[in-house]
């Protein structure tokens, strides 16, 4: 398995943080772009990215069942992208990341209509007097999402190749749009970091 | 599946209280919908446990009477917990840790070096968020233990509010601070105060909330590629 395969599967393992087992932190994008961009041989860029998703991220917060973007899967797709195989320009990775991300809050949606059902169903064998053997049941939907995610972010290892060769062969102004896109994120990031604390309503 | 992992915590507890097979019965009581915020969910836990072992002690009405008194406790301590822990953990502590890491690799940047700066980065995050937080998920198990169906009471007695404001305070002047130090470094492309500039009109669209940051993202980059296509760039 190479690095970026490898580093997937810790990304799909490490996902569970964000939200199903553990929350200490080591999921959240300013931790895990540092840790994946070193293991993928530049910490800088992982950080760099990372911080982005980070502060792009304070302002959503997953109250009232809503379903943010998963940042998580942001920053490990765009640092998988940038400093994997496919070495996609960040202009280009970023952008790929936020699409990774909105498209696993929309796997994380189908994965709550599942738990539904499994929860009627450990209800059902309860009132039967039967055990719901917890810790498998938990065991094998933390597993399932994590091999979700694993799956996703090899989808998004093998589009990286094609991807690389679409931006490429893209037209100068779109280039040039994305490049700038990179160039603003600084800012865009520290602005939605003071937002974020909004003292004054 | 808050239900399910509240199950999961509870069980060996119902088990030592009720028995094998009483615990089965015990756990049918917390299948309902169960949810608040994960870092506060260990006082609501204790809690539980607690009443749990007094309802087990308890024969015929009196036990029933505790047991009915103690869901109707689990579902408003969970929702009046909610919005606390949102509310200082998502919405303050979070942003609270990010101003301070960043603030920490600026500052070690200049004797330790990229590598330097990215470490202290990810150790004050981690350590900044993590020794609190855990803190508190630890220590609040037993607090909601010992408090049982006092916790109403018990929860008014701390100002949360007041912790809540002075860390969203003290958040928002490192948060200045960093974004002065960055943009002051030339983290925008377009000069110091033309980047100030820029980074406070992205500021106000975001409290107008009339974007947000993905979407000044995209119409920044949408902008960029207008401009390029018109020969501006």
Known sequence: MTPAWIAAAAAAIVELDVASAGQVMISRPIVLGPALGAFLGDAVTGAVLGVFYELFSLGATPVGGRIPLNVTVAAAAALLLALGPARLPAEAAFPAGLAAGFAHARLEALMRTRRR???????ATLAAGRDPKLRRVVFSELSLQAAGTFVLLAAVLVAGGPLAEVFTHAPRFAQAGFKAGLAFAPLIALSSLVHSFRVVS | MQAMGLMLALEPWLRRCWGAAGSREALRRHEGCFNTHPFMAPMVAGMVCGLEEEAAALEGEARDAKLKRSSALKTA????????????????????????????????????????????????????????????????????????DGLAVRLKEIPWQSLIKRLRYAGAALALAAAAIAIAAGAGPIGRAPSALAAALYLLALRARAAT???????????GMLAAAAGLV
């Open chain 2, 213 to 223: 940051a993905e979407r000044l993202y995209a119409a920044t980059c949408a902008a």
């Open chain 1, 117 to 123: 059902a499994l929860s009627s169903w450990t209800s």
């Open chain 2, 77 to 148: 301590a969970a929702q009046a917990l909610a919005g606390i822990g949102d509310a200082l953990f998502w919405g303050s502590l979070r942003p609270f840790c990010a101003a301070l890491a960043l603030l920490a690799a600026f500052a070690a940047a200049p004797a330790l070096g990229a590598a330097g700066a990215v470490g202290a980065l990810v150790f004050v995050y981690l350590a900044a968020y993590d020794i609190p937080a855990l803190g508190w998920r630890w220590k609040s198990l037993d607090l909601g233990y010992e408090w049982k």
